[in-house]
Structure formats: C-alpha cells, structure tokens
C-alpha cells in the first residue's frame, strides 16, 4: 500500500498574522521614507549654497589681491577681477561680485535676475542648469531672481536661488520675500556677502 503524504499549509490565522505583521512595518517605515525627498532637497540647496559661498569668497580674495580695483566711479560699477580667465564684475565698493555678463554698469544696487542667473553660472564650476524664467523651470534645477533688500538700512539687491522642484507646484514665480516661506532657495547679498539657506520644504 501506498502511504499518502499530508500537506501542510498556512492557516487562515497565521496568514492574516503575517499580513498585520507586514502593515505594522510598513507603517512604521512609511514616514522615514516619505522624509527621504525632503533631506534630499536641504543636502542639495545646502551643498550648491556652500559652493557659491566659497566661490564669493574666492572673487573677493581676488579682488583683495589686484589691489581693490574702484570700477568707473563713486558707485562701485565697472570692477573686475578674472575667475579661471572668465571676468566677474565686483562692487567695486565691497568686492563682491555682481554679474558675469560682460555689463560694467552694474553694482550691488541695480543688478537684475539675469545678472544673478550669469553670476551663478560664472563662479560655479560645472554650474547646475538655472533660469530667470519662471515659464522654463521644468527644464532647470533652479530659478533665480533679483529682489529689494528687505532690511530698511539696506539699498541693495539680493540673489534669490530656489531649487526648482521645491516650486514647481505654484501657479506664479515667486517674488519679494516668498523665500523665506516657499521652497527651497538660498540668498546671496552682494553687500556684505552673506549667503543664507532657507529650507522651507512645502512643495
């Protein structure tokens, strides 16, 4: 006689344990990965601010070192120093550099969003893609644009650059202050050459 073998098998029990099992971790590992997009976007804003900040300090040594060049007049506009050949205009008042267009009228009080969008460009190496328009974001990792000094003792115009996909989602380009509320951006001053973060993470 042939013996016949049993089967054995999950039970209904042990298999609706295994699936509580199972939810309750990824329930507990959902939020971590959820943050995961969030750390990844302050590693990238802060990384690219870190560099521009070392690349302003690097133009103002170098303005430093050719002996404080005026520019064209009282205003600061028209200094110049050469980053790896490639000519950066200064203020000539602070040494911190304005524009890489090639436009020697501009100083830290009337640069504009191309002058930020050219200034990047200029003092990063292998700068990331970056428009001043809000219509061509999807195409860019950031979007720049020139903005008043909030502060009431300033005069200047300040740099915004935000991280593009952390603005994707609005209907209009951000203006004024909306970085210290929306996305991701740093500021550059071109006054006293302050670089500041804003991690806002609200996309």
């Known amino acids: 006689m042939r013996a016949v073998k049993q089967q054995y098998g999950f039970t ?17 590992a959902l939020p971590r990965f959820t943050d995961v997009t969030a750390d990844a976007e ?6 690219v601010a870190g560099g521009f900040a070392s690349a302003v300090g690097i133009a ?6 050719r002996g404080r060049p005026r520019g064209n007049g009282t205003d600061g506009a028209g200094a110049q120093v050469e980053l790896d ?19 020697n009228s501009i100083n830290d009080e009337n640069l504009t969003s ?10 990063l190496q292998g700068s990331p893609t970056i428009t001043d328009d809000f219509t061509t974001l999807g195409e ?17 115009q300040l740099c915004v650059y935000f991280l593009a996909n952390t603005i994707k989602n609005l209907n209009t380009a951000p203006s004024g202050t909306d970085y210290q509320t929306t996305g991701n951006a740093f500021v550059y001053n071109p006054r006293n050459g302050g670089v500041t ?6 996309n």
């Open 140 to 156: 860019n990792r950031y979007y720049t644009h020139a903005v008043a000094n909030p502060e009431p003792t300033m005069d200047n």
């Open 197 to 202: 973060v804003f991690s806002n993470n609200n």
């Open 114 to 123: 191309a002058d930020c969008m050219s200034l990047m460009q200029g003092i």
């Open 42 to 47: 302050d590693s990238a804003i802060e990384g």
């Open 60 to 65: 103002r040594g170098e303005w430093e070192l």
């Open 85 to 103: 050949s490639l000519p950066i205009y200064v203020d000539g008042n602070t040494g911190y550099p304005v524009t890489a267009r090639g436009d």
């Open 12 to 28: 209904i029990i042990e298999l609706i344990i295994v699936v509580v099992i199972l939810g309750l971790l990824a329930a507990s």
